[in-house]
């Protein structure tokens, strides 16, 4: 019998054939360069497919993910992500994708120990404290926690407006636009924010602006 392990490469031979039958060119294109229009910034559950639930194909989405898709000053890996996306690979359009369901989200909602994860958490506790009255007046437990999520969201779009690269390209060029999404579990289904970020940079500037 076949191990799931064997089964990955059988899957990508077959996947390397529906592609040349569909494009001969597609691999030698994409070996080339990448032209993505999308930086995606998601969480690391594997329910959440970057590329499965937009529909793009290989080369139109770049992409991090980490528990709870943070952004965090502090995390060099997320912000060489960002500062590549906006200043090298000219990207039109950064995402900040939660999700419903999410566990990094409810761990953080609970008051206990989960060892090396605290300072990871501690970043989403400061969400929660931020809205907190918001959050409070939310009887329902997994609406409080929908909530949380969104929240989450919309203050991780914040943290990419903070980044000098993102803010340069935005004051000279009018892009990149920032998105909040979350996506739902039980539907598949993309829920856009609808957030203003143009409004929110202009309110901001004045704490955050980094770029003359
Ligand atoms: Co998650």
Redo the contacts with the bound molecule.
Sequence with gaps: MKTSYETIFENNKAWVQRKRDSDPEFFNRLAREQHPEYLFIG???SR?PANDITGLEPGNLFVHRN???MVQGSDVNVQSVIEYAAAHLDIKHIVIC??Y?????KAAMQPKDFGLLNPWLSTIRDVYRLHREELESILDETGRYNRLVELNVQEQCINVCKSGAVQANYFTKGYPDVHGWVYELNSGLLVDLQLDMPGIMKRLTKIYKVVP
């Design positions: 969480c690391s559950d959440v528990i709870a898709n939660g999700h369901g999410c566990g990094g989200i």
